[in-house]
């Protein structure tokens, strides 16, 4: 039963224009919310965060928005860059557990 | 600097011939843990680590040992590589749910 979801395997949009990465989750203890990049050839490196009490958090050009209701994060880069053109996991954990537990990635393409 | 270290990189071996891959961080962190990553399937936790002496399993444990005799240091151990092993892996340390991770391991098992 996979627990957190990204339902969209790639995403391309133009240099400038936002891009929404999107993750549901289903275990209602979840409580703090990752997103992480991946360039081809590296480790994944983490992005931003957001953890319950917070619907929104921002940090430059890169915003999470959590919809807790719906069970819903989502990520928005605004304005895209070539640069960001990586596979962005979401991740999600408990405050009981150090473990995280990771969708299964969107490829991102920005195209100059 | 702040670092997951990972050895090898790169590794071909073939069935049956056991490997151990090394993890090693110098951030004192007490959680580590092991991760693979296929295609289409994401990252999938291996094993992990709380602390010294202290490892469980993570989703998809068979055909993997972990030791963790030492804070900085978590060595992945395949016993008995067969194929389905072949994969990109990835060793992680976290402080307060960061996970910080290595570059990974390519693994092949011919």
């Known amino acids: 039963d996979q627990q957190v979801k990204q339902n969209s395997p790639s995403l391309s949009v133009q240099e400038g224009r936002i891009s929404i990465l999107n993750c549901d989750y289903t275990?209602?203890?979840?409580?703090?919310f990752l997103w992480y990049k991946k360039y081809p050839a590296e480790g994944p490196t983490f992005l931003i965060s957001i953890s319950s009490i917070k619907d929104k958090n921002e940090d430059g050009r890169f915003t999470v928005f959590l919809n807790k209701s719906a069970k819903h994060l989502s990520l928005h880069i605004v304005p895209s860059q070539p640069g960001d053109s990586a596979v962005y996991f979401c991740?999600?954990?408990?405050?009981?557990?150090?473990?995280?537990?990771f969708g299964k990635g969107t490829k991102l393409t920005v195209n100059p | 600097e702040a670092q997951v270290t990972q050895n090898p990189r790169y590794l071909i071996t073939v069935t049956g011939k056991k490997l151990t891959v090394t993890c090693s961080q110098n951030m004192n962190h007490e959680y580590m843990s092991w991760y693979r990553q296929d295609p289409g399937l994401g990252l999938r936790q291996i094993y992990y680590s709380m602390n010294v002496e202290v490892t469980d399993k993570g989703d998809v444990p068979e055909g993997y040992k972990v030791s963790r005799k030492e804070k900085r240091n978590f060595p992945l151990i395949l016993e008995s590589p067969s194929p389905n092993q072949t994969s990109l892996y990835f060793c992680a340390s976290s402080f307060s749910g960061e996970l910080f991770f290595g570059e990974g391991s390519r693994l092949t098992v011919l």
């Open positions: 275990n209602s203890m979840f409580d703090y």
């Open positions: 991740a999600a954990s408990a405050t009981t557990s150090e473990k995280l537990v």
